[in-house]
């Protein structure tokens, strides 16, 4: 950036524009652990400094990045081109919250938790649950469509999103969608902006719905001899016509994982768990996971716990709770994917992973969201090996082939930013990127939204 576009970059911020190194590598990494350092970093108290900070930005073509709490899992807010970071930490109020209409109004670097805590506090309940809600903002589950463990019940981000308020790439501050149950007014730009991972507009207020938060809750965990009969036992379960609130997998990899360091009895001859939880009212949660029971013991597992008080859920949860650390001791690098393919593919797309992982001589830990068809395939490697990093390279791409083989999808919820952005093309195809890309264009004339995102040889803004 020149040193006139940070002048008059200064002259909207003041003090909250910072340009010292110390300040710029607070702002340059992600969950992916890659690091871009940006030239500028600012905090925004409101939409109008955003909106003149894009205008300068047109003027002097310096990128402009939107930050969340940078949580994300595919360096969607990493500079890449350098420019001005937007952190939204202080634009973090719940406007509203509106018990008679089921809505909450938000500004987008509200983080995920609160809110949900703020909705309980009225007996209501925002059911986006990404495992990262304690640090994760609104803004930031927008930009990507959040999903998470309770998304198999209640659905994504996407659907519980009513209206928004953004500043386009051109400054121009649109109002999409509505406050209402229904609304159907011209294109849905709500729709185009959320999960464009910064790149069409910053998020600058959002209108969410909110429902009636359940009644009770009971879980269950399942303990399956092997992974081919516990992903049978989540079609099964469906089959039931029973839609728990989270259904998730750990396969024989991510218990043995956890077995070595979580103090859990795991039943003998354990190759597979499933965590299920189903939410409602008193009267029916107790008949269904009499049913989920039923279901599991009848599709092979060799053991099921119940527990229907907090306390003992919380001790059931702890075997999934206890994955992510635990698979940092099989080897340091963890190259995590999170593709989704339909549930009745789950077993196929095992038997390859299986297959792959021998293949390739390669530790591959698989778990997550099973009742969505959710999997994170998560491959383990030491990092310092050339030949090791050369395989793995190679068991992503299959992963994704396969992925798409089955009638899934190469990213359920982390998103593309640079991490699968030389894949996309494999799912949506030459004329799906094309017209994003023209999509875009529209939004972002002049490329100053996160460039360098989404689309590999876009021509975007330099330093
Ligand atoms: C331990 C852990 C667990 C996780 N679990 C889940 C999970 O279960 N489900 C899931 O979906 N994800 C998960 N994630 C990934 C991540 O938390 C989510 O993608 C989250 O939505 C990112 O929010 P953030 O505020 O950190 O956004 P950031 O990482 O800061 O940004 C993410 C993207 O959003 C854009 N952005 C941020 N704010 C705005 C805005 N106001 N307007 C426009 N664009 C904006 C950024 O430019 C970037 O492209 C996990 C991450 C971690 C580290």
Same mark, same amino acid.
């Given at each position: 950036?020149?040193?006139?576009?940070?002048?008059?970059?200064?002259?909207?911020?003041?003090?909250?524009?910072?340009?010292?190194?110390?300040?710029?590598?607070?702002?340059?990494?992600?969950?992916?652990?890659?690091?871009?350092?940006?030239?500028?970093?600012?905090?925004?108290?409101?939409?109008?400094?955003?909106?003149?900070?894009?205008?300068?930005?047109?003027?002097?073509?310096?990128?402009?990045?939107?930050? +969340?709490? *940078?949580?994300?899992?595919?360096? @969607?807010?990493?500079? &890449?081109? =350098?420019? /001005?970071?937007?952190?939204?930490? %202080? !634009?973090?109020?719940?406007?509203?919250?509106?018990?008679?209409?089921?809505?909450?109004?938000?500004?987008?670097?509200?983080?995920?938790?609160?809110?949900?805590?703020?909705?309980?506090?009225?007996?209501?309940?925002?059911?986006?649950?990404?495992?990262?809600?304690?640090?994760?903002?609104?803004?930031?589950?927008?930009?990507?469509?959040?999903?998470?463990?309770?998304?198999?019940?209640?659905?994504?981000?996407?659907?519980?999103?009513?209206?928004?308020?953004?500043?386009? +790439?051109? *400054?121009?501050?649109?109002?999409? @969608?509505?406050?209402? &149950?229904? =609304?159907? /007014?011209?294109?849905?730009?709500? %729709? !185009?902006?959320?999960?464009?991972?910064?790149?069409?507009?910053?998020?600058?207020?959002?209108?969410?719905?909110?429902?009636?938060?359940?009644?009770?809750?009971?879980?269950?965990?399942?303990?399956?001899?092997?992974?081919?009969?516990?992903?049978?036992?989540?079609?099964?379960?469906?089959?039931?016509?029973?839609?728990?609130?989270?259904?998730?997998?750990?396969?024989?990899?991510?218990?043995?994982?956890?077995?070595?360091?979580?103090?859990?009895?795991?039943?003998?001859?354990?190759?597979?768990?499933?965590?299920?939880?189903?939410?409602?009212?008193?009267?029916?949660?107790?008949?269904?996971?009499?049913?989920?029971?039923?279901?599991?013991?009848?599709?092979?597992?060799?053991?099921?716990?119940?527990?229907?008080?907090?306390?003992?859920?919380?001790?059931?949860?702890?075997?999934?709770?206890?994955?992510?650390?635990?698979?940092?001791?099989?080897?340091?690098?963890?190259?995590?994917?999170?593709?989704?393919?339909?549930?009745?593919?789950?077993?196929?797309?095992?038997?390859?992973?299986?297959?792959?992982?021998?293949?390739?001589?390669?530790?591959?830990?698989?778990?997550?969201?099973?009742?969505?068809?959710?999997?994170?395939?998560?491959?383990?490697?030491?990092?310092?090996?050339?030949?090791?990093?050369?395989?793995?390279?190679?068991?992503?791409?299959?992963?994704?082939?396969?992925?798409?083989?089955?009638?899934?999808?190469?990213?359920?919820?982390?998103?593309?930013?640079?991490?699968?952005?030389?894949?996309?093309?494999?799912?949506?195809?030459?004329?799906?990127?094309?017209?994003?890309?023209?999509?875009?264009?529209?939004?972002?004339?002049?490329?100053?939204?996160?460039?360098?995102?989404?689309?590999?040889?876009?021509?975007?803004?330099?330093?």
């Amino acid at each position: 950036m020149t040193e006139n576009a940070i002048s008059a970059l200064r002259a909207i911020f003041g003090e909250r524009l910072r340009t010292s190194l110390e300040d710029r590598i607070c702002y340059s990494y992600d969950a992916t652990g890659k690091e871009f350092l940006p030239d500028a970093v600012a905090w925004p108290l409101n939409p109008e400094e955003i909106r003149r900070t894009v205008l300068l930005a047109n003027e002097h073509l310096f990128p402009v990045v939107p930050r +969340g709490a *940078g949580s994300g899992f595919s360096g @969607g807010s990493l500079p &890449v081109r =350098g420019g /001005v970071v937007i952190s939204t930490e %202080r !634009m973090d109020r719940i406007l509203s919250i509106d018990s008679e209409n089921l809505v909450a109004v938000v500004e987008p670097g509200v983080v995920t938790e609160r809110l949900k805590e703020e909705a309980k506090k009225q007996g209501l309940y925002y059911p986006p649950d990404p495992a990262s809600l304690k640090f994760c903002t609104i803004g930031g589950n927008l930009a990507e469509c959040a999903g998470g463990m309770c998304a198999v019940k209640y659905g994504v981000t996407r659907d519980y999103v009513l209206g928004l308020e953004a500043v386009l +790439g051109t *400054g121009e501050l649109v109002r999409t @969608g509505v406050c209402t &149950v229904k =609304g159907v /007014v011209g294109y849905d730009l709500t %729709r !185009m902006l959320v999960g464009s991972e910064g790149t069409l507009g910053i998020i600058t207020k959002a209108t969410l719905k909110l429902i009636p938060l359940p009644e009770t809750a009971a879980t269950l965990l399942a303990f399956f001899p092997s992974n081919e009969k516990g992903a049978r036992a989540v079609a099964g379960i469906v089959q039931e016509r029973i839609t728990p609130c989270a259904l998730e997998l750990m396969d024989r990899t991510a218990v043995e994982c956890v077995r070595r360091m979580a103090d859990l009895s795991l039943p003998e001859g354990t190759g597979c768990a499933l965590l299920i939880e189903v939410d409602g009212l008193e009267a029916s949660v107790a008949r269904e996971a009499d049913r989920v029971e039923e279901a599991c013991l009848r599709f092979g597992a060799i053991e099921v716990r119940k527990a229907a008080d907090a306390a003992g859920r919380d001790n059931l949860w702890k075997l999934r709770r206890s994955i992510s650390p635990a698979v940092r001791q099989v080897n340091p690098v963890k190259i995590n994917e999170d593709i989704v393919v339909p549930r009745s593919r789950l077993v196929e797309m095992f038997a390859f992973l299986s297959d792959l992982s021998e293949r390739q001589d390669l530790k591959i830990v698989n778990f997550g969201h099973a009742g969505d068809g959710n999997i994170h395939v998560n491959i383990m490697i030491s990092g310092k090996d050339e030949d090791e990093r050369g395989r793995a390279d190679k068991a992503v791409e299959a992963v994704f082939r396969k992925t798409v083989e089955l009638g899934g999808t190469i990213s359920g919820e982390h998103g593309i930013g640079i991490a699968k952005a030389p894949y996309m093309e494999m799912e949506v195809g030459p004329l799906g990127v094309s017209v994003m890309k023209r999509l875009k264009n529209c939004f972002d004339p002049n490329g100053i939204l996160n460039p360098g995102k989404i689309f590999l040889e876009e021509s975007a803004v330099r330093r």
